[in-house]
């Protein structure tokens, strides 16, 4: 790999960095955005607003990846992804700056909200010519390879987010975090937004594009080009089902869901949740690089549905192994403790609420997402037909019904699950890191072993995927034509995957159910990418293209 080719994949992968960087951070911290920027509404309805303004980023990155790989295959890669990084960055670093509504009223949640549909309209065009301008640049044989080190910046991105947030709360201490040091995070993303900008600036333009100019084939119209006719849409509609659909939610699993199941459903702390992620992209990250280059020898495909199919088929007894090891008296408490909650069903809702507005306020609704907050496994005993909703309880280890609207039913549930057996969100056998090298024990070496499998399996579809997606398209409309099917699976699919799982869990009573979500549409893509996805790994994406299109046979 030459100097240049070097420069080239670093000014590419420092905006996937950025992508993730962002969006942990203010995943994790939307709570105290929140209370900054939504402070004349109550607690609740400010954090509604601070997840619905999260959602906004991921629902405008698909007309990102339109608008901007329009202008992509138009104008050329170089010069759109440098204003990618731009608007991206410049978003992340002003919100650092931006005054509170203490400050300056409802013109700090307007500003918060344009600033993330900015940064969402952004990414949308920020993958898709990383990946472009990277495959373009590589020679035959070895765009999964060069195209992996993409894939490994989202990682990067991630676990110095990671970092950054405890390195944060160290130093200003708790009180002091919540005051002002969030902002902090955000304002060290200037750094990274000079380095991009910097290193882009001084880039050439791909040598397929320049050659598509040079010969005159290039699209005058990208949008109806790509998905105006059969011919080149059908292709999207593929990459999307057969390809990034399951790639998403393999990603999200193994990295997003499975902090969330670490924090939220086994109750591990924060800094100890946080250190075992940290560990598992540390020792998986590497995965990336080695199934980008495997990629090249065998193929793309037998290893993003490889991928998928390994996923499909460990999640469960992965995710148990978490639980028992985790939270052991919680798993016990699980196993051997039976719990009902008893309603008629026609009276429950299904608590599916991504943006965090809806309202479930039916008795049964109350009494599931009380046992699903406590973690508690139950099941459904169904009362006769027409049985008021007033009626339903939750019995526990056989004991007196607890009904759901007596005004004491948080302190008798509590009460209850606890002489039953149920351990308190404290209880000393949960796993706890005492620094980021207490990894020697039993405990915390399984938890990062399984975390780091979740994470490999990450990286089997991750890691050459964009390599894939490149050389599915053709050269006059590849911007155009990967962005939206990635930004779709990602930001939709995967999006999605957290709220669809936990209304799961809350429907069913298993914190095992919402695994489903992920391994059926892995399923779906193993299935149509083993069926419809031809590979293409040996494709010539440099080769003269006839009427408009590669032959994709």
């Avoid at 204003?83 to 650092?96: D, N, Q, R």
């Avoid at 920020?126 to 910046?153: D, K, L, M, W």
């Avoid at 882009?200 to 050659?211: G, H, Q, V």
């Avoid at 759901?404 to 699950?417: E, I, K, S, W």
Wanted: aromatic share 12%; hydrophobic share 50%; proline share 5%.
């Amino acid at each position: 790999m030459s100097k240049e080719e070097r420069k080239v994949i670093l000014g590419s992968s420092l905006g996937t960095v950025f992508e993730w960087y962002d969006f942990y951070l203010y995943g994790s911290l939307a709570g105290l955005i929140g209370t900054h920027f939504f402070s004349q509404y109550p607690e609740g309805t400010r954090n509604i607003f601070a997840l619905l303004t999260f959602a906004a980023g991921f629902l405008v990155r698909p007309f990102g990846a339109l608008v901007f790989g329009r202008i992509g295959d138009l104008v050329g890669r170089k010069y759109t992804f440098l204003v990618t990084i731009v608007i991206m960055g410049a978003s992340t670093f002003v919100v650092g700056l931006l005054p509170g509504s203490e400050s300056i009223g409802i013109l700090a949640p307007i500003l918060l909200i344009v600033l993330r549909c900015l940064q969402g309209l952004a990414l949308g065009g920020e993958y898709g010519g990383a990946a472009t301008y990277v495959a373009e640049h590589a020679p035959n044989g070895r765009r999964g390879f060069y195209t992996s080190f993409i894939q490994i910046t989202a990682t990067a991105g991630l676990f110095l987010s990671l970092l950054v947030i405890l390195g944060t709360r160290t130093m200003t201490g708790e009180a002091d975090f919540a005051a002002w040091g969030w902002r902090i995070p955000f304002l060290l993303s200037i750094v990274l937004l000079g380095i991009s900008v910097w290193i882009r600036s001084t880039l050439n333009e791909s040598p397929a594009f320049k050659k598509m100019k040079e010969e005159g084939t290039g699209s005058k119209a990208p949008l109806s080009e790509a998905f105006g006719t059969w011919r080149n849409a059908k292709w999207a509609i593929l990459a999307l089902l057969g390809l990034t659909m399951g790639q998403a939610v393999v990603w999200y699993t193994g990295q997003f869901y499975a902090l969330f199941f670490l924090g939220s459903i086994l109750k591990v702390d924060g800094p100890t949740t946080n250190l075992l992620i940290a560990w598992s992209l540390l020792l998986g990250s590497g995965f990336f690089v080695f199934f980008g280059w495997l990629s090249d020898k065998i193929g793309r495909k037998p290893i993003i549905l490889g991928g998928c199919l390994l996923a499909a088929l460990t999640y469960f007894p992965l995710f148990k192994l978490l639980t028992a090891e985790a939270n052991p008296a919680l798993h016990r408490a699980q196993q051997t403790i039976p719990v009902q909650v008893l309603t008629d069903p026609a009276t429950c809702s299904f608590q599916f609420n991504p943006v965090g507005t809806a309202r479930f306020t039916q008795p049964c609704d109350i009494a599931k997402a009380a046992l699903s907050r406590a973690s508690v496994q139950y099941s459904v005993e169904a009362l006769p037909a027409g049985t008021p909703a007033s009626e339903t309880a939750i019995r526990i280890n056989g004991g007196a019904p607890i009904r759901a609207t007596d005004p004491t039913f948080a302190q008798q549930l509590t009460a209850g699950l606890s002489s039953a057996g149920y351990p308190l969100a404290s209880n000393p056998s949960v796993v706890k890191m005492s620094g980021p090298f207490d990894i020697f024990r039993e405990q915390p070496a399984v938890l990062i072993g399984v975390l780091t499998l979740l994470v490999i399996y990450v990286t089997m579809v991750y890691g050459p995927i964009a390599a894939a997606l490149v050389e599915l398209f053709p050269t006059r409309i590849r911007y155009t034509s990967m962005s939206l099917p990635y930004h779709i699976g990602n930001g939709w699919f995967g999006g999605l995957l957290p709220a669809t799982s936990l209304a799961m869990v809350a429907q069913t009573g298993d914190i095992y159910y919402g695994l489903w979500y992920p391994i059926v549409i892995a399923l779906a893509t193993v299935v149509i990418g083993a069926l419809f996805i031809p590979e293409t790994k040996d494709r010539d994406i440099f080769e003269a293209e006839e009427s408009g299109t590669n032959a994709r046979a």
